[in-house]
């Protein structure tokens, strides 16, 4: 016997599915369809709406309900139809299906919210923040996993001054992210590591995927198996340079698709640092310290929360206890170069630069380019030269006949204008106007012209990016007064006037 032509098995198979298919369906569902084919979708959505009433494990009626609310615009609705239609699914194609419909309108909804978020910023800050809020809380509550929506809301109630929405949105983001850190913790991962050191710790990916950022930078997102888990690490890599730490989870849903999971994601401590400075603000310094030791933890190079640390321990008058918590430590780990430069910045803090000196070199033998230390360093020798200014003026003081001898503090000034060059090595510090400003300083007292005016020139080239800075202009008078250019001066205390008063 013959066999039946393929095509023919093929049309009587769709065929029967037709039938079946014409004989399950309701009018209401047949209305609704041909509706949304007409795009004609509020006259579908009522259609479904009908359909559901009588049969609610349509779940096909379920995603198209919600789709015509996307299509509607009303993404609220949206959200509620698509997680009924994730709830009924079965199927692995209705459950791909209801998978890439809800990341649809988590992402519609955040980059909504994103867009009158940035208006907002734009603005006085005097508009209606419920607009931007409500996209954002519907985003933040489909994928509380995704922490960005929690951020810019945080950050929306802080700048309305609602300390309170701010402080429990800030605390939903940081209760997801606990469990990003529990596993870098365990893992002694950190941010900032490069990626090749991370995966000699957690082992060979199971995969990995790559992609180019706006600014022409990898993306990388590794997944591994760790306790069980799959845990996705991503790192961002410039054009020839080596991988960066820069995010990771786990424990992620697993109705999400592995697009999905493969997002690259960054930790963004933004949140928890705001929510530090909002308890350090109403004297709870206990949250405080939680928050930041929880951040610390993943980031110990973090050089605000390090210092807010600092800050928090000696309003509560409890310097020694640090200090002697940063012993303990350095003595566990004498090669932590985060611990040694706590400690010297501490005992700077105390006016103790000696040792603080000694520390932060410590801290520059283990790693040469560590820009926290090498700028702090700087700043404790300039800070020990204004003691022997201070010493030789004393001295002066206390007799008359004693001629002060300002070039004492030379030595000292020129190891801190060799560190300022030093930190200036970096690309990302190149520009930096307090560091510029330093130099210009040193120069001037220790009277090397040449560099002086060499750095009056790069100063000068910083005009453009400082065109609404009244400081800007008044140290470039300060410093054409130096120079004796009368015109230049005037002309630069006159912009800083009219700065002030804007």
Known sequence: MKSMPKYL???????????????????????????????????????????????????????YLADCNIKLANFTKAAEYALEAQKRATKPEQKAKSSEQIFYIWAESYNKGSMLYNSFLASDKSSDIKPMLEFLNLAASLKPENTEPLFLMGNAYEIKGDTVNAINTYERCLNYMLMYFDIMKEQNIVIGMPREEALSKLGKPISTKAMMDNEGDSLIVDKLAINSKDVYLCSFKKSGGR?????????????????????????????????????????????????????????????????????????????????????????????????????????????????????????????????????????????????????????????????????????FLNKAADYFTQYRLNPVNKDNLGVIQQLSDIYIITRQNDRFKATVTELEALEVANLTNPMYYEYMGKVYAKLGQKDKADKAFGMSDMLRKK
Not at 30 to 47: E, P
Not at 265 to 291: E, R
């Open 9 to 63: 098995i093929i049309a009587g198979i769709l065929v029967s599915m037709i039938f079946q298919s014409f004989q399950c369906a309701s009018p209401e569902f047949t209305g609704a369809k041909l509706a949304y084919n007409q795009k004609d979708y509020k006259k579908a959505a009522d259609g479904y709406e009908k359909e559901i009433a009588k049969n609610s494990s349509n779940v096909e009626a379920w995603y």
């Open 243 to 411: 991988g960066i730490i820069d995010g990771l989870r786990s424990n992620l849903p697993d109705s999400w698709s592995t697009q999905e999971k493969e997002r690259y994601f960054s930790i963004n401590l933004k949140p928890l640092v705001n929510l530090a400075y909002l308890y350090y603000g109403n004297k709870n310094y206990n949250k405080c310290l939680q928050i930041i030791e929880a951040a610390l933890s993943v980031n110990p190079s973090d050089d605000e929360l390090s210092s807010l640390k600092i800050q928090v321990y000696e309003d509560q008058g409890k310097t020694d206890q640090v200090l002697k918590s940063l012993e303990v430590s350095i003595n566990k780990s004498p090669n932590n170069k985060i611990y040694l430069e706590q400690y010297a910045r501490l005992l700077a803090r105390q006016k103790n630069y000696d040792q603080a000196i000694t520390y932060y070199e410590k801290a520059l033998g283990i790693d040469p380019k560590f820009d926290i230390a090498i700028f702090n360093i700087g700043a404790c020798y300039v800070n020990k030269a204004a003691e022997v200014i201070d010493q030789e003026q004393k001295k002066a003081d206390a007799n008359s006949k004693y001629k002060t001898d300002e070039s004492k503090c030379y030595p």
